[in-house]
């Protein structure tokens, strides 16, 4: 027969493992932010990124032609990753990644503002605003 006490600590055991094996490490009992800040994901400079990304600025400056069909369409923002704008304040553009088979991961957001473009190599998961000083 479980004693109260053995009781509390088999309780107690299972909500430590459960902590242990859902939480990913360093978060367990963290409150995790609902949106990404791009504060935390910082600039880079504009020499810094790769030839790739230069060429698809440059595409982007002169209005195309653009290399993939999906190239200028609305980039929508919906998890809040860069700041808050209209529904169709930023655009999307790929940047080429050398051997890869399809569109690859990396791309440009270009907001309406002058050299507003960010820069993703991770397929948005993180975001680096350009900064066309370096």
Known sequence: MLTLTRLVR???????????FLASPGTAGAQTAPHRSLRSAGEVCYSQLPAEAHDTLDLIDH????????DGI???????????????YYHEY???????????ARRIV???GDHED?????????FAQVDWAC
Do not use: C, K, M, W
């Open 110 to 112: 270009t907001g309406q």
């Open 63 to 70: 209005g195309g032609p653009f290399p993939y069909s999906r």
């Open 118 to 126: 960010y820069y993703t190599a991770d397929h948005y998961a993180t």
């Open 94 to 104: 790929t940047v080429i990644t050398p051997g890869a088979p399809t569109r690859g």
């Open 10 to 20: 088999l309780a107690a055991l299972g909500t430590l493992t459960s902590t242990l």
């Open 74 to 88: 609305v980039f929508t923002n919906s998890e809040g990753a860069l700041p808050r704008q209209s529904a169709d």
